[in-house]
């Protein structure tokens, strides 16, 4: 139901027409009163003054944030908020057509067999995310020991830094099963895990003179997603993801566009050669 509601009680934020306040039955209105919170004294006075207080929802304006856990010594504090200010978040850095997916259930992209291709993410988000990465700065040496790691050992080692590193591992679980999971299930269903488990979440950076390409290789995962962060031709030439099996290359990605395959057995596949520029990706190995 709409309209306009006569209550005892306001609280938080409120539009106040000050020509009430002005009138010198008004003359006691305060906050204060012994063994009362503020707002409740204010509303009291209000009401003992014959001030009238409502509430509408017949007009949109605006929603309150909490800030409590916004933490403003982070880069990009707003990319952080996938959980406690979900509203705007999607807003800023969900793609603009990511819902349009959900519209024609049936035709999904698939640019090499069982490779789906999905808008995820805006422009910001990539803009953010890759600038929170290099804030950090922490890239991994490349190395097949891997600190990080509980068996110390990474057989395809990437140049890379993981979700955790930077804070950031619980917000993309969160990602991973409020925007990922639902497209996992538009285009390999009948397989249901809700929320999906993932402990491999990374970004990677190819360079011609740090780690220009990836061998052949499985993912340790059910399926793997793979999200652009750049663009091909303006920030780097070369790279792409190519599946052997079907000898079958993405090279032409989009950035807040993600790649879903499956993990293994099917999907042998290798990271292409990056001739100039740097080149960043979102990488998270889903049910391992
Ligand atoms: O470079 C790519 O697109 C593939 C990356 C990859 O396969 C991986 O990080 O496991
Ligand atoms: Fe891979």
């Not at 922490?138 to 804070?167: C, F």
């Not at 793997?224 to 290359?249: K, M, Q, V």
Request: include cysteine; hydrophobic fraction near 35%; charged fraction near 25%.
């Amino acid at each position: 139901m709409q309209g306009i509601w006569n209550v005892p009680f306001i609280n938080n934020c409120y539009l106040m027409n000050i020509a009430l306040f002005r009138k010198p039955s008004a003359k006691h209105v305060s906050y204060l009163k012994e063994d009362t919170d503020p707002d409740m004294a204010f509303c009291a006075s209000l009401r003992s003054a014959g001030i009238m207080m409502y509430v509408s929802n017949e007009k949109e304006f605006g929603h309150l944030v909490n800030s409590e856990t916004f933490d403003v010594s982070r880069t990009n504090p707003d990319i952080y908020q996938v959980i406690d200010n979900k509203l705007d978040w999607e807003q800023r850095y969900l793609h603009p057509k990511y819902y349009e997916v959900f519209d024609n259930k049936e035709k999904q992209l698939m640019p090499c067999p069982d490779v789906y291709w999905f808008p995820l993410m805006s422009m910001r988000f990539c803009k953010e995310w890759i600038e929170v990465m290099e804030a950090f700065g922490q890239w991994s040496d490349g190395s097949n020991n891997d600190k990080r790691l509980e068996s110390g050992y990474e057989a395809v080692p990437t140049r890379d830094i993981h979700m955790n590193q930077v804070g950031l591992d619980i917000q993309w679980l969160r990602i991973l099963k409020d925007y990922v999971r639902p497209l996992q299930e538009l285009v390999f269903t009948g397989y249901y895990h809700n929320p999906p488990v993932s402990v491999m979440n990374f970004v990677v950076r190819y360079r011609p003179d740090e780690q220009p390409s990836l061998r052949p290789h499985h993912d340790s995962s059910t399926y793997t997603i793979n999200l652009a962060l750049n663009t091909p031709h303006l920030d780097y030439e070369g790279g792409g993801c190519r599946f052997i099996r079907y000898n079958c290359s993405v090279k032409d990605t989009k950035p807040g566009w993600l790649l879903m395959h499956p993990g293994r057995l099917t999907h042998f596949h290798e990271g292409l050669l990056v001739t100039k520029g740097t080149r960043y990706i979102m990488i998270s190995f889903v049910d391992p």
